[in-house]
């Protein structure tokens, strides 16, 4: 048996310590994998721009110059955590779980110089009234999709992967695989159709929602689609792409991809409650989720819904704290070579309003994350490089209120207050027709559709239309709200 490739461990000169907590969470700074040097300059920080566009503080270049990070323009800093702000929160959030019927919604805000603002609402469990903790394990979906890519890119540096290797280096099969890049599929820039938009897969989801799927058995769904454009020529949110990456994390990582992930990126980030289940196990304590991705557009208890359909692009669980931790980890490259992590914020247009999209990670009016979706939970994980603010969101419901994600009105009340400058905001997903329609739309408008529900994992299709979802609750691979309408993970 060849031995298992190893990374080279971080160095601890870049560790580093949140200093509005009473403990240390762990966030650890990274230098490099085997093979590249340790890292001596802080990471790129990112400048976001009005055309939707945005780049490194070195410029458009790819590559990071040593040195301190420039300070990012624009916006202006996020507001001080008074009493007289955590109040207002407390109003706007409650305000919102009302409105938009929401179970419960655990919150961590964090700007430097402030105490940490930590509040769950509302409830965990519907059936018995047990309120919501701050402690609950939550699925986390499309998030994953950032820990996938930091996957790639920590093997980039290590020299095992490049990020303009064809993905037909790694798995073999994949249709025009020689004209792909692992770059293209982390940019959502492949063209290759999403299998969680496919009638077939969704009517096998929704047929048995507890159904074990493997990522071959996912792959084959897209596979007998056409192309929807030229490779790196348009922006198309595709759960397909992440689950490549995932099959050539484990190539080139010599492990299964939860051993990877787990060895290389959850332990050196400090993240003790984060976990890539490999079937519809859920640890304690966690809260109960709630879907209306049904057969009957019924809203019904999804906790125990297999997410193997989401995999690499959206299958995680996660907590509050390691969630502040990982806004932090992502937007700062303190795993990733800062040559690595300005590649990463290299981030081009997606069609929506002030949203551009990086290697598996967005930029959204000056927030760096992601935001993930499954059904019966929501995520935001974001940070704001010009205050080093953190906001999660951490939501048990993927039930639209008007078309909007409760992830995203949370995130735009929250931003609102605390960032009046920068503030939250993804655009309603409009209703769509069939299934297939996202597959066949401009990269804007699927992005639109999309309104990044796809950040947060696989789960339903773009938009809130897609595949009918599950019966029973056993969550509608993100496609499918209502019926015949699919929301895929985002």
């Not at 507001?79 to 179970?103: G, M, S, Y």
Request: with cysteine; hydrophobic share 40%.
């Amino acid at each position: 048996m060849a031995p298992t490739p190893q990374l080279r461990p971080l160095h601890t000169a870049r560790r580093r310590v949140r200093v509005a907590a009473l403990t240390v969470v762990g966030l650890l700074a990274a230098a490099g994998c085997a093979g590249s040097p340790a890292p001596t300059a802080a990471p790129a920080v990112v400048t976001p721009v009005d055309d939707g566009t945005a780049t490194g503080s070195t410029g458009s270049s790819a590559s990071a110059s040593p040195g301190a990070p420039t300070a990012p323009s624009g916006g202006g800093p996020a507001l001080a955590l008074t009493p007289a702000v955590t109040a207002r929160l407390d109003a706007a959030i409650t305000r919102v779980l009302a409105q938009a019927a929401v179970p419960g919604v655990i919150v961590g805000v964090s700007v430097p110089g402030s105490e940490r603002y930590v509040k769950a609402f509302g409830v965990a469990n519907q059936s018995d009234g047990t309120p919501m903790s701050t402690a609950l394990n939550m699925r986390i979906g499309s998030e994953t999709k950032t820990f996938t890519v930091t996957a790639v890119l920590r093997l980039v540096d290590a020299g095992r992967m490049q990020l303009d290797d064809p993905i037909s280096a790694y798995v073999q099969g994949v249709p025009g695989g020689d004209g792909i890049t692992l770059r293209q599929l982390a940019e959502m820039r492949s063209g290759l159709y999403s299998y969680s938009n496919d009638p077939d897969f969704q009517n096998a989801l929704i047929s048995n929602p507890d159904r074990q799927f493997s990522p071959q058995e996912l792959l084959a769904y897209a596979f007998r689609h056409p192309s929807g454009f030229q490779p790196g020529t348009q922006f198309q949110y595709s759960n397909t792409n992440t689950v490549l990456l995932g099959l050539a994390v484990e190539k080139a990582g010599g492990r299964p991809l939860g051993d990877f992930l787990q060895q290389e990126v959850f332990s050196p980030a400090g993240l003790t409650h984060t976990v890539f289940p490999v079937d519809a196990a859920f640890p304690a304590p966690h809260a109960q989720g709630y879907t209306n991705q049904t057969a009957n557009g019924e809203t019904v208890d999804a906790t125990d819904w297999n997410p193997s359909w989401a995999w690499a692009a959206g299958a995680m669980i996660s907590q509050l704290d390691d969630m502040q931790t990982w806004a932090d980890v992502l937007a700062t490259g303190t795993l990733l070579s800062p040559a690595t992590q300005a590649q990463r914020l290299r981030a081009l247009p997606t069609g929506l309003p002030g949203t551009s999209y990086g290697l598996g990670l967005f930029i959204n009016h000056g927030w760096i994350g992601h935001n993930g979706s499954l059904p019966g939970y929501q995520s935001l994980v974001l940070y704001l490089p010009s205050s080093q603010a953190t906001l999660v969101v951490l939501a048990n419901t993927d039930v639209p209120f008007q078309g909007s994600e409760p992830s995203t009105l949370f995130g735009r009340a929250i931003t609102e207050i605390v960032s009046p400058g920068n503030v939250y905001s993804l655009p309603p997903a409009p209703p769509t027709g069939s299934p297939g329609s996202s597959a066949n739309s401009s990269a804007a408008a699927a992005a639109a559709q999309a309104s990044f529900r796809q950040a947060s994992a696989a789960g339903r299709p773009t938009g809130r239309t897609g595949t009918p979802g599950p019966r029973r609750g056993s969550g509608v691979a993100g496609h499918g709200a209502r019926g015949v309408r699919r929301r895929p993970c985002r």
